[in-house]
C-alpha cells in the first residue's frame, strides 16, 4: 500500500500503477521493483526541482538552468561573485523558483558623520537610516539625518547625523521698573531729577532650549508668571532753554539757541508786498526796521532776535514764500532791501524779561 500511495502522489500513470502491483504480488521481484520505482521517483525529483533563473549583476542579465533554487548555485551558475558585503535580492536564505529574478547588489564605500568622528563603510546603496542601522548608529526621534529618508543616498554624498536635545529651564528674569517723565518749566533743558526712584521687579520663566550637537541652537519661552511686580520710576525732566550771553557792539544779550538761517529782505511798498500794501505786518505792528516775516509753524510769532549784520527784531510778520528755516527781514526802503540780496545768517533767539 505504501508503494501504491506513492506512486498515486506523484501522479504514475495506471498502467504503471499496475505493472508495479504485479509486480509486487511476487515476492521475487520485490528488490527489481524498489530499484525501479526509486530511479522513477528520483528522475521526477529531478526534473521538478530544475529551475530557469535571471540573474542581474554589473550590468548584465544572465540566464542560468540549474537543480535546487539556492541563490549560491544560481550565482556560481551566472559566474558572478559575491563580495562579503555585497548583498542580494532576495537575499540568500529563499529559495528562487522557476522564472526568478536575481539581483546583485554591489557594495559601495560610504561617508558616515556622527557623534564627532567620521569614518567610511562599505554597504549597498539604500536611505540614511538604512545605512545608518548597518553601522550600527543609533538614531533617536529628535535626532536629525541629512539627506532625508525618502531616496537612497548617493556613493558620494556623506550621512550627517545631528544629535538633538532639548531641556527645559527655570530662570528669574528682572523685570526693568518703567519711567514715568514729568516736564518741569522751572528746571534748565537737559537737566533731570528722580522724585521716586522705583525698583525692577520679577518674573519667573520657563524656558524650552534646543542643541544641536551640544550647541544651543534655539530658545523659547514656554511660560512665565510675575513673582514681584515692578514700581514707577518717576523723573523730573527740565523744559527751561539753557541761557547764553551774546556781548556784540549793539550790547550785550541773553539768549536761549542759535541757528544759521538764509534771510532775504523786503519793504512795505507795493513792489515787495503788493498793490493793496498797506505796511501793516500779520500781526497788526508797523512795518519797518526791526520787523521779520517768519514761518509761523517752524517760529512763534511775538519771537525776538538779535540777527547778525541786521540788529534786535521781533517776528511780526509772515509770507507765502517764507517756510521753514527761513527769514525776510524788513527795511525802510526798496533799495535797502535790493542792497542786503539773500544770504545765511546767524539768528539768536532773545531771552525775554
Not at 222 to 230: G, Q, W
Request: charged letters at 25%.
Amino acid at each position: 500500500m505504501r508503494l501504491e500511495n506513492l506512486l498515486r502522489q506523484i501522479k504514475v500513470e495506471t498502467p504503471l500503477k499496475n505493472l508495479i502491483a504485479f509486480i509486487a504480488k511476487n515476492k521475487k521481484m520485490a528488490a527489481m521493483a524498489a530499484t525501479l520505482l526509486l530511479l522513477v521517483i528520483c528522475g521526477l525529483v529531478y526534473l521538478l526541482e530544475t529551475v530557469d533563473v535571471l540573474v542581474v549583476a554589473d550590468g548584465a542579465v544572465t540566464e542560468v538552468r540549474y537543480w535546487g533554487g539556492s541563490v549560491r548555485k544560481a550565482l556560481d551558475a551566472a559566474g558572478v561573485v559575491l563580495n562579503p558585503d555585497d548583498e542580494t535580492i532576495p537575499d540568500a536564505t529563499v529559495k528562487l523558483r522557476n522564472g526568478s529574478v536575481l539581483q546583485v547588489l554591489r557594495a559601495v564605500e560610504m561617508t558616515v558623520i556622527a557623534d564627532g568622528t567620521t569614518r567610511t563603510i562599505q554597504t549597498v546603496p539604500g536611505t540614511a537610516r538604512t545605512i545608518l542601522a548597518k553601522a550600527g548608529i543609533t538614531v533617536d526621534a529628535l535626532d536629525r539625518v541629512q539627506p532625508d529618508d525618502d531616496f537612497p543616498v548617493p556613493a558620494d554624498t556623506p550621512i550627517q547625523v545631528v544629535r538633538v536635545e532639548v531641556k527645559e529651564v527655570t530662570a528669574q528674569v528682572a523685570i526693568k521698573a518703567p519711567v514715568e517723565e514729568r516736564p518741569d518749566p522751572e528746571m534748565e533743558r537737559g537737566k533731570v531729577k528722580v522724585v521716586e526712584p522705583g525698583k525692577a521687579g520679577v518674573k519667573e520663566q520657563t524656558i524650552r532650549q534646543v542643541f544641536a550637537d551640544g550647541k544651543l541652537e534655539k530658545k523659547e519661552i514656554i511660560a512665565e508668571h510675575i513673582v514681584e511686580e515692578p514700581k514707577k520710576r518717576i523723573v523730573m525732566v527740565g523744559t527751561k532753554p539753557p541761557v547764553y550771553t551774546l556781548t556784540t557792539s549793539r550790547g550785550t544779550f541773553r539768549y536761549t539757541q542759535v541757528a544759521t538761517m538764509t534771510a532775504t529782505a523786503y519793504c512795505p511798498c507795493t513792489i515787495c508786498c503788493g498793490p493793496n500794501a498797506k505796511g501793516v505786518t500779520k500781526s497788526g505792528k508797523k512795518a519797518g526796521y526791526g520787523v521779520v516775516a517768519v514761518d509761523p509753524k517752524v517760529i512763534p510769532l511775538g519771537t525776538q532776535f538779535y540777527i547778525e549784520g541786521y540788529g534786535v527784531a521781533v517776528a511780526a510778520d509772515i509770507g507765502s514764500a517764507i517756510k521753514g528755516n527761513r527769514i525776510d527781514l524788513c527795511f525802510e526802503t526798496h533799495q535797502e532791501a535790493l542792497n542786503f540780496g539773500k544770504k545765511k545768517i546767524k539768528v539768536y533767539t532773545l531771552v525775554v524779561n
